[in-house]
């Protein structure tokens, strides 16, 4: 059983880390000494008299990470519910709250395991390889789900992130885990020793908090961005996503985004934002020219001779075999179709371009390891999403404009992956544009966390983000993070600004997750002293 001072612990762990968590403000350097409460529980189950210690561990690490997870993803569950009955709504969140917090128990688990058969400082770098390495499996596996990645944390105060441009968030979870695992040793050293022994521990956390928030901020205020200016719009239709399809016509809807946009629109304008199934049509991509929809986007278009128009909306893609894994057949025709969630680009000419979402929600818009578990297609679309039937490309993409301007298009979820988005980054984009609907989630923190992370994007690759969402948040975000302008919640508006283009790459950019990488091959190597220790174990006792 757990004793009641390690359950308190726990929680106090919990709570602070939500509290420090976006979009609370100015509490973001608590994410630095968060985790301590939980890493004293542990010592003292180690250091207990208790019996499997390993499982009461993992039972206290899993109750910190279950009530942080779920106390900051909470909003989950209104999405969920408003279109599912409270026990399929229930059921299918514990599966976010849940998972990631099993991968970050699991992490500490193993450090557990490992601190038996090494030194403290190996173990130490065990425990931050550990969950590291958790984190990016979480990013890169078909249940991903990377919302709650410890370097998300500063979005809350993006100043101290500024070296993202060489570390992406994985950097920060590396400084933040870091931090916590010298505060324990600072509060451990301040109750057991003596004389200088008693503070030095002290000293080098605060040089670990020190230098890298100094050199972020010395970043912060000497960075300046090259003038090259083009004007952008920003359109918040601000449209119930409950009523898009039917309620309201698409002719209406076409009509509130045309005249928003040439609300504040100026002659120069060279770029028009839509958000995330803004045209609530399906349109075949081989003959879109054809509809009604290109015709109407080009005779507005045709008012800004040097403007492009970026517009989320849905396509279907036909194929005579099954080209994708996504492909679903359809009896009655003998063909091959694909349902893709889409960001067109269309211009005062014939030329359309398509970039397909491609960082699909698991069992809502993706069917996860759908090579193995195609067999479970239609449990999993009886949870309200069109599984199998949404398609995704294999990579990032790059809208080009008449004059040559580049742009990396991010629909909605994908702005939680930075290597996706600098891989456009790297291929030309010279700003990066987020088409998104938060409206599913409610006017709850779900909408904040979302657009807060985008100033991570914007760092990472040192480009502009213009963001357009539905029913909000919507704004402008520059080279250094900050929110130059943004729309209010639930509101029908549009904003402008002049951005400024960047062509150089950043180390982040042209490297990407390097950091995550190397601490998983870390993580792999430090995890197999665990069996080959036991092993050296059992043949000295057999012997």
């Known amino acids: 059983m757990i004793s009641r001072n390690t359950v308190g612990l726990a929680i106090l762990s919990a709570f602070l880390m939500w509290l420090a968590w976006p979009p609370m403000p100015y509490t973001t350097p608590l994410l630095l000494v968060g985790l301590v409460p939980l890493l004293i529980a542990i010592d003292q189950i180690k250091n207990s008299n208790v019996v499997k210690k390993g499982k009461h561990i993992f039972l206290t690490a899993g109750i910190t990470f279950l009530v942080w997870n779920t106390a900051s993803i909470y909003w989950v569950y209104n999405a969920i519910s408003a279109d599912n009955n409270f026990i399929v709504a229930f059921l299918v969140s514990l599966i976010p709250y849940g998972l990631g917090a099993l991968l970050m128990t699991f992490a500490f688990w193993l450090y557990h395991r490992l601190s038996l058969y090494t030194s403290k400082k190996l173990s130490y770098a065990g425990l931050i390889s550990f969950y590291i390495a958790m984190e990016y499996l979480h990013q890169s596996w078909d249940l991903s789900f990377p919302w709650m990645t410890l370097g998300n944390g500063l979005s809350g105060m993006h100043q101290l992130a500024q070296w993202y441009e060489s570390t992406g968030i994985y950097g920060g979870s590396l400084w933040i885990l870091l931090s916590n695992v010298c505060a324990f040793e600072a509060y451990k050293a301040f109750k057991t020793q003596q004389g200088y022994f008693k503070y030095r521990p002290a000293f080098i956390w605060a040089f670990v908090v020190i230098l890298p928030a100094a ?53 120069n304008t060279e770029y028009f934002f839509w958000p995330e199934t803004a045209l609530p049509t399906y349109n075949n991509e081989d003959r879109i020219r054809s509809s009604q929809e290109f015709t109407l986007l080009q005779q507005f278009i045709q008012k800004y001779p040097n403007g492009s128009l970026v517009t989320g909306m849905e396509t279907v893609k036909t194929y005579n075999e ?55 297609k239609p449990v999993f679309a009886k949870l309200g999403g069109t599984v199998g039937g949404w398609g995704w490309q294999e990579k990032p993409g790059v809208f080009y404009a008449y004059s040559g301007i580049g742009v990396a298009p991010v629909i909605c979820y994908e702005s939680l992956w930075g290597d996706w988005i600098g891989q456009s980054v790297k291929s030309g984009a010279q700003f990066i544009a987020i088409i998104t609907n938060d409206g599913w989630w409610g006017n709850t923190t779900g909408k904040d966390q979302h657009f807060l992370y985008a100033k991570l994007r914007a760092i990472e690759n040192r480009r502009w983000v213009v963001r357009s969402a539905n029913t909000g948040i919507s704004g402008f975000i520059d080279q250094k993070g900050n929110v130059v302008q943004k729309s209010e ?45 036991r092993w050296i174990k059992k043949t000295k006792a057999a012997v």
């Not at 449209?239 to 045309?258: F, M, R």
């Not at 099954?322 to 005062?348: C, I, K, R, W």
């Open 215 to 267: 050199i972020s901020l010395s970043r912060y205020y000497s960075y300046e961005e090259k003038v090259n200016p083009v004007n952008v719009v920003v359109v918040q239709p601000n449209i119930d996503p409950y009523q898009k399809y039917g309620n309201i016509s698409a002719g209406e809807q076409l009509d509130i985004l045309t005249h928003l946009s040439d609300s504040i629109a100026q002659p």
């Open 322 to 376: 099954p080209q994708t894994l996504s492909a679903t057949h359809d009896v009655n025709s003998g063909l091959y179709f694909d349902h893709f969630n889409t960001a067109m680009q269309v211009e005062n000419s014939a030329a359309v371009q398509f970039y397909h979402k491609s960082k699909l929600v698991p069992g809502v818009e993706k069917l996860p390891f759908p090579t193995v578990m195609a067999f479970l």
């Open 489 to 533: 919640w639930w509101t029908r508006t549009a904003l402008k600004a002049d951005i400024n283009l960047n062509d150089e790459l950043t180390f982040y950019t042209k490297s990407g997750d390097l950091i995550a990488k190397l601490l998983c091959v870390a993580a792999l190597l430090l995890a197999l002293i665990i069996p080959y220790k």
